[in-house]
């Protein structure tokens, strides 16, 4: 695997690739970084697991759907 990276970067460096190859150098640089899956919620903590992401976007969605109502609403009563 490394081999075929290094011979890739040589490919890179050849063809005049400059993006292409900082690219694949940063990624031998950096190494592996897990990602992780998680959101803040209202207070400002971390929420994890797909349910509890789900369940916290669509309280968002939710109480945002909510408040555009209310505005409209006021907005055609002031019109």
């Given at each position: 695997?490394?081999?075929?990276?290094?011979?890739?970067?040589?490919?890179?460096w050849?063809?005049?690739?400059?993006?292409?190859?900082?690219?694949?150098?940063?990624?031998?640089?950096?190494?592996?970084?897990?990602?992780?899956?998680?959101?803040?919620?209202?207070?400002?903590?971390?929420?994890?697991?797909?349910d509890k992401?789900?369940?916290?976007?669509?309280?968002?969605?939710r109480?945002?759907?909510?408040?555009?109502?209310?505005?409209?609403?006021?907005?055609?009563?002031?019109?």
């Amino acid at each position: 695997m490394l081999k075929k990276q290094i011979e890739s970067i040589e490919v890179d460096w050849e063809r005049a690739d400059k993006g292409k190859y900082y690219q694949t150098v940063n990624q031998l640089r950096k190494g592996f970084q897990p990602c992780l899956n998680a959101c803040k919620d209202n207070s400002g903590k971390l929420t994890e697991g797909d349910d509890k992401i789900l369940e916290h976007w669509a309280r968002y969605s939710r109480l945002n759907l909510k408040k555009n109502i209310v505005k409209r609403r006021v907005m055609k009563k002031c019109i």
